[in-house]
């Protein structure tokens, strides 16, 4: 009888029916409404709103004003120049002789010819610091690279090109020989290009 949704739902209902109004029950006597009364209060009148001024400050209107102080004493006139001829004979000076009138015409001119500065090879200022692709870590690889390059006059890096044992390796030896910083090499006084340069570079794991 019920086994059906339609038996089932009138059941229900009686059985919560009286289980409802129970717990109303019990709530209405949890709760206990009480008049409150209020008190009236007698109104307070204020004899002044301004606070008054307290003793102090009819002391510091009762001080005496400073007195002036006396005028300051003028400086003494500063000298006068006098415009009186001096008394005082001073020798002159007389010097005798003269600068030479002619030159000698065998005398000649020494040839400046330009002087060498000096002269040194490229160094290397900050080497390559190349980083261990994650590839070859991952697969566990190692190789070796050797970087051709040239540097021009300023020493920056240029025409950089990695033969590499793995081409895993060739993008990170070339990165990073560009990054290098090189001094450039110095020939009688000027700065250079320099071709022709490799850098090997190892790419082996820590074991």
Do not use: W
Request: with cysteine; net charge positive.
């Amino acid at each position: 009888m019920l086994n059906t949704p339609v038996s089932r739902a009138p059941t229900a209902a009686l059985l919560a029916l009286p289980v409802a109004y129970g717990l109303f029950l019990l709530m209405s006597s949890l709760i206990d409404v009480k008049e409150v009364t209020l008190v009236k209060t007698p109104p307070r009148i204020l004899d002044a709103i301004t606070p008054q001024l307290p003793d102090t400050l009819d002391e510091i209107r009762k001080r005496p004003k400073p007195q002036p102080l006396d005028a300051a004493i003028k400086p003494p006139p500063p000298p006068q120049i006098s415009t009186t001829q001096a008394t005082i004979d001073l020798p002159v000076i007389r010097i005798s002789g003269g600068g030479p009138t002619s030159l000698p015409t065998h005398v000649t001119m020494p040839t400046i010819a330009p002087v060498v500065v000096s002269s040194r090879g490229y160094q290397v200022i900050r080497p390559p610091l190349p980083v261990y692709p994650s590839q070859a870590a991952t697969r566990g690889i190692s190789g070796s690279c050797s970087v051709a390059f040239a540097i021009d006059p300023r020493g920056k890096p240029y025409k950089v090109s990695a033969t590499c044992t793995d081409p895993v390796f060739k993008s990170e030896a070339e990165r990073s020989v560009l990054k290098a910083e090189f001094a450039p090499q110095l020939v009688d006084g000027r700065f250079v290009s320099v071709t022709g340069l490799e850098y090997p570079l190892d790419f082996k794991l820590a074991e």
